[in-house]
């Protein structure tokens, strides 16, 4: 069996990657990041500082970049992917032959596979076998890269199906800034995570069009509505939408000037196409490829989902951003919540209970 040291390994050398890394380094725990590229790592290297993705941001000694992932993962008693949700499953695979047998597999990517559908929990249990369910746990919540890099006070959650991974992830990453909550619902706190950007996308789009305030809450409140109502077509409890990885990452990601989908957004609506949008932002834009899963995901479930419908068709089909915002207000009356509060009451109970 493989010797598992205290060595930490975060498998992605982006801004989530860094800010993590510095997070765990700053407890005094060894971490090795993987860069695919070798002038990145470098760079990181020499400089102690990420300045493609996390300028400003130093690392602390404790941290080194290496582009070799089997050196990467052989022995770490946690490895955090956090590369983006479309290079999950490749990055997963790449690893799966050095992992020790304990290690803690953390999963920092908030995303839907575009072609599967999948979740990634989904995709990590394809891939690594059921059987590993058990050390699987998702981290999500409102914690942008440039905040939690610098110290400031953050809360997230992480989830497992298993009680103790979960309480092993609080504890690697839990600091006197960056509190750590668990929960058992994989499901609800993959799919808050993910599905979020798409809101971020349209609350940017908002801004970008002139719009205000008002508006910015509307599509924030009904895109969690919506959000609520395919995670529980997909087997998530809708209190978790209520929580850190729904409410919590709606919030940050459609107000703060640090979201790259809100950004993109704001882009769009000020009449740049998306690849444009893309191109100014730099970095992932998950919303993207996440707004084309769920509207497919939406179809398949047969749950209605306004607001991701009109982005599909404003990222993909050119519907002018206006049209969408006209469409959106012209539909017939609905009632605000009685779906929602009746399933809660439905699902009360149904995630607490195998939780062990
Ligand atoms: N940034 C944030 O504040 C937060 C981000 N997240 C999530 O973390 C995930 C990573 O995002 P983030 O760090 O921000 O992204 P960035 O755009 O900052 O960085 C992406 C990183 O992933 C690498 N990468 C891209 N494609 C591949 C691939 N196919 N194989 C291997 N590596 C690849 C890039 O390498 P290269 O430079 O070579 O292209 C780069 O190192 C996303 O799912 C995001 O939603 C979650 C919470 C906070
Ligand atoms: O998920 C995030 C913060 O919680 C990051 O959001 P963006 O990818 O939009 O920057």
Redesign the pocket.
């Known amino acids: 069996m493989a010797v598992v040291n205290e060595k930490v390994a975060i498998l992605g050398a982006g801004s989530w990657a860094t800010a993590l890394a510095v997070l765990l380094a700053g407890k005094g725990i060894p971490v090795e990041m993987w860069a695919r590229r070798a002038g990145l790592a470098a760079q990181i290297n020499s400089e102690r500082q990420n300045s493609r993705y996390l300028p400003g941001v130093y690392l602390p000694p404790g941290v080194q970049v290496n582009v070799d992932l089997s050196a990467v993962v052989k022995n770490a008693r946690a490895v955090i992917y956090s590369v983006p949700s479309h290079a999950f499953r490749e990055v997963l695979r790449a690893s799966l032959p050095y992992l020790s047998p304990r290690a803690l597999l953390i999963n920092a990517a908030?995303g839907i596979e575009e072609d599967s559908l999948l979740p990634l929990s989904r995709v990590f249990a394809g891939e690594a076998g059921e059987e590993n369910n058990s050390r699987y746990v998702v981290l999500s919540?409102?914690?942008?890269a440039e905040e939690v890099g610098r110290g400031m006070p953050t809360a997230v959650v992480v989830a497992s199906r298993n009680m103790a991974a979960a309480e092993a992830a609080q504890e690697l990453f839990m600091t006197g800034s960056f509190r750590v909550y668990t929960n058992p619902d994989v499901a609800g706190v993959e799919l808050g995570?993910a599905l979020k950007?798409i809101i971020?996308l349209g609350t940017g789009i908002a801004d970008g069009l002139g719009f205000g305030d008002n508006t910015k809450a509307a599509l924030m409140t009904r895109g969690l509505a919506e959000i609520t109502r395919l995670g529980l077509a997909m087997g998530a409890n809708p209190l978790t939408f209520a929580g850190l990885a729904g409410v919590g990452?709606l919030i940050?990601?459609c107000t703060s000037m640090?979201?790259?989908?809100?950004r993109a957004g704001i882009e769009i609506g000020r009449g740049k196409s998306l690849s444009e949008a893309i191109s100014a932002v730099q970095m992932?834009?998950?919303?993207v490829r996440t707004t084309r899963a769920a509207y497919r995901l939406a179809g398949r479930y047969g749950v209605e989902m306004p607001i991701t419908e009109q982005m599909y068709r404003v990222l993909f089909e050119g519907m002018p951003p206006r049209e969408a915002v006209i469409n959106l207000m012209s539909r017939g009356r609905r009632r605000e919540m009685e779906e929602v509060a009746l399933a809660a009451v439905q699902l009360r109970e149904k995630n607490y209970q195998n939780y062990k």
Request: charge should be positive; charged fraction near 25%.
């Open positions: 908030k919540g409102p914690s942008h995570g950007n971020a990452d940050v990601t640090h979201s790259r989908n809100r992932v834009v998950e919303g």
